[in-house]
């Protein structure tokens, strides 16, 4: 069984920077697909950025500020926030593909506030 561990959210005022990070439990390498999501009370949960072996997306709201990359070795998907925003605020999640099976974590609150 496939676990997924989220860390590195936190409380930051805008502009700030925070650095998450998706830990797998079993070997999470470029062939596998691995996006990060967010959701805030209210709203649908939101796909920030999803990374394959070949492509990189991001939703709009987030270009030029938001950077995803992988630690192969460590079997990690970190998403680098920088300038952070209030509409930032959510509970983000990451969510890996295993053949057919999508596995997702149990998310890290991020929260934008001065």
């Known amino acids: 069984q496939v676990r997924l561990v989220e860390s590195g959210g936190g409380l930051v005022e805008p502009g700030g920077s925070l650095r998450l990070a998706c830990a797998a439990s079993k070997k999470l390498g470029s062939a596998n697909i691995v996006g990060w999501y967010r959701q805030s009370p209210g709203n649908p949960r939101e796909l920030v950025v999803s990374i394959t072996y070949r492509t990189t997306t991001f939703v709009d709201s987030v270009k030029g500020r938001f950077t995803i990359s992988r630690d192969t070795a460590k079997s990690t998907v970190y998403l680098q926030m920088n300038n952070l925003k209030p509409e930032d605020t959510a509970h983000y999640y990451c969510?890996?593909?295993?053949?057919?099976?999508?596995?997702w974590g149990q998310g890290t609150q991020v929260t934008v506030s001065s």
């Open positions: 969510k890996a593909r295993y053949g057919n099976l999508d596995v």
